[in-house]
Nanobody, 124 residues
């Protein structure tokens, strides 16, 4: 089970930190990802981190603004979002992947478990 939290309202240029706590599976051996879905749009990849946090991956639209991190001791993955833009407004989902082919972490079909989503709204 994955439980995302930390969403809310932010102004453009501001920051938010999303958290996703995991339970019921071996979190430490899963890579983790964040996806988002804006109203009327398809779900898109945001960021991913390999299971031992040795590698991180970002979509071009968030690179250098967002940072993903994974704490295996706390069974939690985070998404630090800085320099927020109105186009970052979306429901953000965390997900867990058992794939060790890291080239597939941007593909939502590579994920085994999904959280319920947390809404991020960025005002201009």
């Amino acid at each position: 089970q994955l439980q995302a939290s930390g969403g809310g309202l932010a102004q453009a240029g501001g920051s938010l930190r999303l958290s996703c706590s995991a339970s019921g599976f071996a979190f430490s051996i899963y890579s983790m990802g964040w996806f988002r879905q804006a109203p009327g749009k398809v779900r898109e990849f945001v960021a991913a981190v390999s299971y031992r946090s040795r590698s991180t991956y970002y979509s071009g639209s968030v690179k250098a603004r967002f940072t993903i991190s994974k704490d295996n001791a706390k069974n939690t993955v985070y998404l630090q979002m800085n320099s927020l833009k109105p186009e970052d407004t979306a429901v953000y989902y965390c997900a867990a992947s058992g794939y060790y082919d890291y080239s597939r972490l941007s593909d939502s079909n590579s994920y085994d478990y999904w959280g319920q989503g947390t809404l991020v709204t960025v005002s201009s």
